[in-house]
């Protein structure tokens, strides 16, 4: 029965963050379950849909509720290296048990330190580029 709850719920995260991630701005992003067996298996949970076509998804994204902490530097490595640019995350739904029930305690986004910097930097630049544009 445990099993099966934690199946659903796992699940169900994934499509949440696939919501979050269209909604910011990504349109064609699904779960991997849903698109592409291998991309699944290669413990990468969400994709966009029609690769050839939309391309692919600048993240590679593996989603996880736990009770506990996230073993972040295996699940990172666990994951497929799709290439330069594809950015790993591990994102994270903490919960803990009350009663019968699983209540979240937080949401947790987990990245390589290089990963990190470089969102920052390209950040940077963007709002640089806004700047300069405004001046014009």
């Known amino acids: 029965m445990a099993s099966s709850r934690n199946r659903t719920a796992g699940h ?4 949440d963050v696939a919501k979050i991630f269209r909604d910011i701005g990504f349109p064609h992003v699904v779960t991997s379950r849903s698109e592409n067996r291998k ?11 029609d690769e050839f076509e939309n391309g692919v998804f ?13 073993p972040y530097p295996k699940l990172l490595k ?15 739904r903490q919960t803990t048990k009350s009663g019968k029930k699983f ?10 330190l290089e990963d ?3 969102l920052i930097t390209e950040n940077r630049k963007l709002k640089k580029e806004i700047v300069n544009l405004r001046k014009k």
């Open 58 to 70: 600048p993240y590679s994204i593996q989603c996880k509720t736990l009770t506990t902490t996230a």
């Open 78 to 92: 666990e994951m497929k290296d799709l290439g330069k640019g594809v950015i790993k995350v591990v994102m994270h």
């Open 12 to 15: 169900k995260w994934e499509r």
């Open 116 to 118: 990190f910097i470089n």
């Open 39 to 49: 991309r699944d298996a290669d413990k990468i949970d969400l994709m966009n849909t």
């Open 103 to 112: 209540i979240e305690t937080g949401r947790y986004a987990s990245l390589h």
